[in-house]
């Protein structure tokens, strides 16, 4: 399906319920106001709530690349845009050398051929259409990356200065995300559709369970989800996300167990809780795992 097929935010959420994304109808509200309007989708939420998963699952139901800018303390705009095959550029400079070729200019000239260019995520994203662009983290990005994304994103073109512009024939489908473990500046919130993510209801966590490991029983899918709900309202340094009870429900169906105990889950925690601190206030508790899961 491409993005003009897509013509309400029912289709939208039928199209990733069969590319196995449950979400609610809020955010596939703004998801397809993003693709109708052409504006990068910028979602904050805890860690593990779907961020991530909805821009591959966008990907797979609109049939286009996912193109994933992963951002980190220090990336700089050449980690992002585009940089030199320089040890191309040499091979070449011996190659001319050795064929006698001597005209400077033309030496030059080919040396910033595109050829030589080598693609980062952001100029891949321009020069592939159709593409999904995720921007993951950004967070975690420094203040002045963040200023410059702002301007890509802005009118979707790059200039290298060797090639002249470079314009996307059709701007890339933009997902940004962030765990908001700092403030986002608001220029580039304001020129983005904004949607929080939540943690899912019970019922929704189930069904997500159930819908990414089918092998799991209902009981069992139940048990796991009822215990990440009471860890999150927990004082936890990382509450579980959905990712972590898929975790876990993949590792207790990996064990072959069906009906979750206190024994099986104490010595299957560290597939849901990765902190030690938060493993030894779960285990020692008010009544430990047996409330946790009985709601004892």
């Known amino acids: 399906m491409t993005v003009d097929q897509v013509g309400s935010p029912a289709r939208l959420a039928g199209l990733l319920d069969g590319h196995g994304y449950l979400c609610d109808e809020g955010l596939a509200t703004a998801c397809f106001l993003a693709l109708r309007m052409g504006r990068p989708l910028f ?118 200065p060797e090639l002249g512009t470079i314009r996307a024939e059709r701007p890339p489908v933009v997902v940004v995300t962030s765990n908001r473990t700092r403030e986002v500046h608001d220029a580039l919130k304001r020129r983005c559709l904004y949607h929080w993510l939540e943690h899912p209801s019970f019922d929704r966590e189930v069904a997500i369970i159930r819908r990414r490991l089918p092998e799991a029983s209902e009981r069992l899918a139940g048990q796991v989800a009822r215990a990440a709900q009471r860890m999150r309202e927990s004082d936890l340094l990382k509450p579980p996300g959905v990712a972590e009870s898929l975790d876990w429900t993949e590792a207790l169906v990996a064990l072959g167990v069906r009906d979750l105990d206190p024994g099986t889950a104490a010595v299957t925690l560290g597939a849901v809780l990765k902190y030690r601190e938060d493993q030894q206030r779960v285990l020692g508790g008010a009544a430990g795992l047996e409330a946790l899961l009985n709601g004892g």
């Open 43 to 160: 979602l904050e939420g805890e860690a593990g709530v779907g961020k991530t998963e909805l821009a591959k699952t966008l990907a797979r139901g609109l049939d286009a690349p996912l193109i994933r800018l992963q951002c980190y303390e220090g990336l700089d705009a050449s980690q992002a845009l585009y940089d030199w095959d320089f040890p191309r550029q040499l091979l070449h400079l011996r190659a001319a050398e050795a064929a006698g070729v001597s005209d400077v200019s033309r030496l030059e000239g080919e040396l910033y051929d595109r050829r030589f260019l080598l693609a980062r995520p952001l100029l891949q994203a321009l020069e592939t259409s159709p593409s999904v662009l995720l921007v993951d983290e950004l967070d975690r990005a420094d203040d002045e990356f963040e200023a410059f994304l702002l301007e890509v994103l802005s009118d979707f073109t790059i200039t290298v």
